[in-house]
């Protein structure tokens, strides 16, 4: 049945109490005493309180007194003085995130029917999508927020820049996109009529409008299966100053590789172009330009080139250019772990975990690293042991035998078929949350997630993590190198020729 707002907070107060009471903060009358002093001092005036109550009763009095209607909710002000009492206290963070929520109700009343959708929908997503809300103003969520509806909740205490939209409609709509179809088209319009109703803004209402076409699309029907655009960087011969420019497509439901036509051939300052030429001869290919699903681009390179900026290269000459990024979802692949068949059955192994696993441990950041581990031989053992599917390396891969480089060797001699890092920086902890919270709760988004966040920030001109990080994505399904299969014969265990 749906919820009223009365009902909701109603909810949230006895929420709070069962908090504070694990807490285990104010067990002791000396506590109790010292929280009320600094919370009256903290809002210039006296609070209920009765000394001869239960712990429980005392906190139950407490709730009510920073919660009664008509007045401002002193729940804010109450975490502050509990994180100066406890610090880092579990419970402390839970008391926060409903203070958010309380303050939510007040705001959002139109949402009040859907608030347990909108918290089901919203709890299994990330917070990536708070820098895009305030247009690159805060790039991260606090440390309350683990999910976006944690996020959404916070938002709603942050006011709109002049002549902007407020970070939690912005969020509404970035979420509504993430959700598509109808459920992301309701969403919307209940943030519209905000505008409209409770805001009574009709410049705010044509301000999302606006915001509208960059971060929502209308799903009328089916979506049309991806094709595939697989363009590999190779050394020409025995150059080492010039690389020939491949590729190959892949269509649905066609597990076969079909070779293109006009490789190029360029130094390194020269691939960009040749890039852009090969895009172009694949768009013109009779089979592409009869499709109506997206061309996903993975473009293959040498360990030396891994660090390539490919996402920011332009493409459409001799015509507009763009951004491949702004057109394409790209991903880079091994052309070293392609072509070495000996690493193929550790990566195929990997692979089948990604996609039938659960995922919760199965990713390694630098922090999981000690600094010593950064021997070739000590990750691979630890990739090994751990069976990581995924690694977020602690900097870019180059120049060669620097620690990122040697993560990124090691990850591709155990099979791990997933790599992010930043192209131009080390991994930091900002950089650590923001991909987190880019592979929870499903690796298997990671690329659509970060092709997402990519076109928002582009759209928004943001210089942000999404536009500098690189996507490591290689399916072992698809391999233009890979060698011709030859059966075994039943009697023949070594397989025909073997002697």
């Known amino acids: 049945m749906p919820e009223e707002p009365a009902g909701i907070r109603n909810r949230i107060r006895g929420e709070v109490v069962e908090a504070l009471v694990k807490s285990g903060v104010l067990t002791t009358q000396s506590a109790r005493t010292l929280l009320l002093e600094e919370l009256q001092d903290k809002v210039g005036r006296e609070l209920q309180s009765d000394d001869t109550l239960v712990p429980r009763m005392w906190i139950m009095r407490l709730v009510r007194s920073c919660t009664q209607d008509g007045e401002a909710c002193l729940l804010p002000e109450l975490v502050n003085v509990l994180d100066l009492m406890a610090p880092g206290n579990h419970q402390t963070l839970r008391v926060h995130r409903l203070a958010d929520e309380w303050n939510a109700t007040l705001a959002l009343t139109l949402f009040a029917h859907k608030w347990a959708w909108l918290q089901e929908k919203l709890s299994g997503t990330g917070t990536e ?267 870019p891969p180059e120049p060669e035998r620097s620690r990122g480089w040697r993560e990124a060797a090691a990850a591709l001699l155990t099979g791990t078929p997933v790599l992010v890092w930043h192209r131009t920086e080390e991994t930091n902890e900002e950089l650590r949350k923001y991909v987190g919270s880019l592979i929870r709760p499903r690796l298997v988004e990671l690329p659509t997630k970060v092709t997402a966040a990519r076109r928002d920030d582009l759209a928004e001109a943001l210089d942000s993590p999404s536009r500098h990080l690189s996507v490591l994505w290689d399916d072992p399904d698809r391999n233009p190198y890979a060698p011709p299969r030859t059966p075994f014969a039943p009697d023949d265990p070594l397989g025909s020729g073997a002697l």
């Not at 959700?179 to 992301?184: F, S």
């Not at 690493?343 to 195929?348: A, K």
């Not at 922090?367 to 751990?386: C, F, H, M």
């Open 129 to 395: 999508a708070v820098r895009f809300a305030t247009e690159g103003r805060v790039t991260g969520a606090p440390s309350h927020c683990g999910t976006a509806w944690d996020a959404l909740l916070h938002l709603v205490g942050h006011t709109a820049p002049p002549g902007g939209v407020p970070p939690w409609m912005r969020l509404m709509v970035r979420l509504a996109k993430e959700l598509g179809g109808g459920e992301g088209r309701e969403l919307f319009a209940l943030t519209r009529k905000t505008a409209l109703e409770v805001e009574q803004s009709r410049e705010l209402a044509a301000r999302l409008d606006g915001l509208a076409p960059h971060v929502l699309k209308a799903v009328p029907g089916p979506q049309q299966a991806s094709d595939y655009l697989i363009i590999a960087i190779t050394q020409e011969g025995r150059s080492r100053k010039l690389y020939r420019v491949s590729y190959w497509l892949q269509l649905p439901g066609h597990p076969e590789l079909v070779p293109g036509t006009g490789d190029r051939t360029a130094d390194r300052k020269g691939l960009e172009v040749a890039v852009d030429q090969v895009v172009s001869l694949a768009e013109q290919d009779e089979g592409i330009r009869q499709r109506k699903g997206e061309l996903q681009l993975e473009i293959v390179l040498p360990l030396e080139l891994l660090n390539l900026d490919v996402h920011g290269w332009s493409v459409g000459r001799p015509g507009p250019q763009a951004e491949l990024a702004a057109r394409y979802q790209v991903v880079v692949r091994s052309l070293d772990r392609l072509r070495n068949h000996s690493w193929h059955r550790v990566w195929r192994q990997r692979w089948e975990q990604l996609e039938h696993e659960d995922f919760k441990h199965k990713f390694m950041d630098p922090v999981d690293l000690s600094p010593e581990a950064a021997d070739l031989t000590r990750l691979v053992a630890q990739l090994n042991k751990e069976q990581y599917v995924a690694v977020v390396l602690s900097g």
